[in-house]
């Protein structure tokens, strides 16, 4: 099992550019969520999903659209990039929203520099 | 709203213990530990559940305190691959399919 990968691992951009960012996962998990992680910020939440065809704004929604076309593909995206968007984005899955018996596991990361 | 951990950073000579704290304001019902190490991915380290739960891994332990809302992590006879920065994530109670909700992180620096 490859688990959760992500790509591009790098990308530079310029201010107004549009990119895709794409997060798979192999563990057949229903929930997937984006967070992007800056210095001294810890891990905040972009959006997230409960499964197929289903997506919802986390803490940090605003400049970011999502889609989740298929179960095992949660994609970023960024229709006009900022410099306040330079940061590493995550993505992470898990069977379930959090709790008991498991945990979100999560993807290399994205860095993403916006010029 | 984010838990606050406690310190930020740390420094310890090898060998040493180091405690690293995370409280929330909201009722948990879990928390997870994660260890960062830099450029890399979270590592998940343990989940902790309500009721006063503790757990270890290897020299690694924690413990959760379901009434003050607070969790501890315990690395005795640190090593170098102690090193990085740690996350708690919190479940509040009554759930929410948003997941967790992160900590800041300490930075944890083992020196030889």
């Known amino acids: 099992n490859a688990g959760v990968t992500q790509t591009p691992k790098f990308r530079v951009l310029k201010t107004g550019q549009s990119m895709t960012l794409l997060c798979a996962q192999d563990?057949?998990?229903?929930?997937m969520y984006w967070y992007r992680q800056d210095p001294g910020m810890g891990l905040r939440l972009i959006h997230y999903?409960?499964?197929?065809?289903?997506?919802a704004k986390g803490e940090v929604p605003d400049g970011y659209n999502v889609s989740r076309l298929k179960k095992q593909n949660f994609l970023l995206g960024l229709e006009s990039a900022a410099p306040s968007q330079t940061s590493v984005y995550f993505c992470?899955?898990?069977?379930?929203?959090?709790?008991?018996?498991?945990?979100?596991?999560f993807g290399p990361g994205t860095r993403l520099l916006v010029l | 709203q984010q838990p606050v951990q406690s310190p930020q950073a740390v420094i310890l000579r090898e060998g040493e213990d180091a405690v690293i704290n995370c409280s929330s304001s909201?009722?948990?019902?879990?928390v997870h530990w994660y260890r960062q190490k830099h450029g890399e991915a979270p590592v998940f380290l343990m989940i902790?559940?309500?009721?006063?739960e503790q757990k270890g891994h290897e020299k690694i332990s924690a413990s959760f305190n379901e009434k003050k809302q607070q969790s501890s992590l315990y690395l005795t006879a640190s090593q170098l691959s102690y090193s990085g920065t740690y996350f708690c994530?919190?479940?509040?109670?009554?759930?929410?399919?948003?997941?967790?909700?992160f900590g800041k992180g300490t930075h944890l620096i083992i020196q030889p």
């Open positions: 992470a899955s898990s069977p379930t929203p959090g709790g008991a018996q498991e945990t979100q596991y």
């Open positions: 563990m057949n998990h229903e929930y």
């Open positions: 999903s409960v499964g197929e065809g289903t997506t």
């Open positions: 909201k009722a948990l019902y879990s």
């Open positions: 902790l559940l309500k009721g006063g």
């Open positions: 994530g919190t479940e509040k109670l009554g759930g929410g399919a948003d997941g967790l909700t």
